[in-house]
């Protein structure tokens, strides 16, 4: 029998709430002068108001509500901060009555930001953006449809929290990965980190003292970056909990550093709320303490973190130096690197696959052999762990696609019925590929854009500053998390 994940499952639910409420929170306030009539980028501009197609027609190209605006009478951007503040609405209730967190608010939620995420343009898409919109499908198969009074886990619950967990693999395995398949000079002298804290868009006021550290210590980091990256997320599908919570751990620290140096909105507190797919509630409220770790498990963990050290010190050359307190170089080249991806990318859907239909099969057993309700009940239940299984293998399947794309070779090998369901179902967005930092910026400097402006055409013309992004040298780096200032970002990539 699986874990109880019941209350696990709630938080979850909760933390996604919350992530939407900071997401429609930070772009209502945004939305007049970015979309407005005399916005930067005009919404009107984006759709075709003129077009006379059917509404289902329009949606199934273009898949937002905001084709319904001239029905209503309404104009795109006055629309966009409806839609905005009925998410703010939606996620707050979500967030203070549990009861509330079930698939139709989730769903709405969903089809809000994916709504305004369709118009948005420049400004809306960046990698956190498809990333809630993947994970916020996924929230509404995990989400019960309706709350109920028996607070038990029920079979389909393992199955559907187990994307969750195949969603936050893909995102770090592959975020650490095209570090190095960028081949990025920085990425593999270990040197990225030496210009990461001042070069990045928006830095925390933490991010100037840890750029004062030494370069042994940013090598360190960075080979730490790699190994919670790359390595440990194949701990996520560890058959003990004593690797999954270690691995775990291991990417709560790393987004909490982020955190702390960087102003990344939402994203790392959303990458954050991922991880409790890796928890349950025996260890996330201290239920069943009396139960303890067989002795297999304690040296199987021991051995397989001890294996890890190992291979990390081995790869990345790590002794203890004359010069400095810790030497690290990369041990292997990038034809070597070449070669281990092709195997990790194979071995990963194949672990995936297994995990998942195991979980699959725990669940059905628990059904079936487990279940103690009526007749009724229990056709019932039989019919949605069928419908949820379907739609989570429909979920597994298409997120091949596009996380096959670490290994051209692995692409051309994956069925052609899964490349077919993901093109038919792209515009919705419902799964993604991912991949941050794949370049170091700031290595020669940080340039900025330098915007003027005057009352009157003869001048005189004063600098504009921007509210976050840096600019002014005696003024010290904010923390604004989870808001994103988007005109902020664009402008930093303007020169990135």
């Known amino acids: 029998m699986g874990s109880e994940i019941y209350n696990t499952r709630n938080v979850y639910l909760r933390c996604m709430a ?30 075709g108001i003129q077009d006379k197609r059917h509404f289902f027609d329009k949606f199934w190209e273009n898949p937002t509500l905001l084709h319904l605006a001239p029905v209503f009478g309404l104009t795109v951007s006055y629309c966009m901060e409806l839609f905005a503040l009925t998410g703010i609405l939606l996620s707050f209730l979500g967030l203070v009555y549990q009861k509330i967190c079930n698939l139709f608010i989730f769903f709405t939620l969903w089809l809000l930001y994916l709504s305004l995420y369709k118009v948005g343009q420049t400004f809306l898409h960046f990698q956190w953006d498809i990333m809630l919109l993947e994970s916020g499908f996924i929230t509404i198969v995990v989400a019960p449809i309706l709350f109920s009074e028996k607070r038990k886990t029920t079979p389909r619950d393992q199955l559907c929290f187990w994307l969750v967990k195949w969603l936050l693999f893909r995102l770090m395995f592959a975020s650490g990965v095209v570090k190095l398949t960028s081949k990025c000079p920085t990425w593999w002298n270990l040197s990225a980190l030496t210009v990461h804290y001042e070069s990045q868009c928006i830095p925390a006021p933490l991010a100037w003292y840890l750029h004062q550290s030494p370069v042994w210590f940013h090598k360190l980091s960075v080979v730490a970056t790699y190994v919670i990256e ?95 307190p810790v030497h690290s170089e990369i041990q292997f080249s990038a034809k070597d690197f070449e070669r281990a991806l092709k195997l990790a990318v194979a071995t990963s859907i194949a672990i995936g696959a297994i995990s998942f239909f195991f979980t699959a099969c725990t669940s ?3 059904l079936v052999f487990r279940s103690r309700s009526s007749l009724f009940e229990y056709i019932l239940n039989v019919i949605q762990y069928v419908t949820y299984f379907t739609v989570a293998c429909f979920l597994f399947g298409i997120s091949l696609v596009p996380y096959s794309t670490l290994d051209p070779a692995t692409r051309t090998s994956l069925p052609v019925f899964l490349n077919r369901w993901h093109g038919q179902f792209d ?65 930093y990539f303007s020169f990135s």
């Not at 939407?20 to 009539?37: C, D, N």
């Not at 996520?236 to 702390?260: E, H, N």
């Open 18 to 47: 919350a992530i939407y409420l900071s997401a429609f929170t930070s772009f209502y306030v945004q939305i007049r002068g970015l979309y407005g009539p005399n916005g930067i980028l005009p919404s009107h501009a984006t759709l």
């Open 230 to 324: 790359i390595a440990l997320p194949f701990l996520f599908f560890a058959p003990f909990r004593k690797l999954r919570l270690f691995s775990c751990y291991g990417q709560m620290l790393l987004q909490v550093m982020i955190i702390a140096s960087g102003n990344y909105n939402f994203f790392n507190l959303l990458t954050i709320t991922f991880c409790f797919s890796l928890m349950d509630d025996r260890h996330l409220f201290g239920l069943q303490n009396n139960k303890k770790a067989s002795a297999m498990e304690n040296t199987v963990t021991g051995i397989t973190l001890g294996l890890l050290i190992y291979f990390t010190v081995l790869w990345f050359g790590i002794d203890l130096g004359k010069e400095v």
């Open 364 to 366: 059905l057993y628990d």
């Open 427 to 491: 515009q919705f967005h419902l799964t993604s590929s991912y991949g941050l930092f794949r370049s170091m910026t700031g290595v020669n400097g940080r340039p900025e854009v330098i915007l003027e402006g005057a009352t009157e055409l003869q001048g005189p013309y004063n600098e504009i500053s921007f509210k976050y992004k840096p600019g002014q040298i005696e003024r010290p780096c904010p923390f604004i998390v989870p808001y994103q200032p988007r005109l902020d970002w664009q402008m």
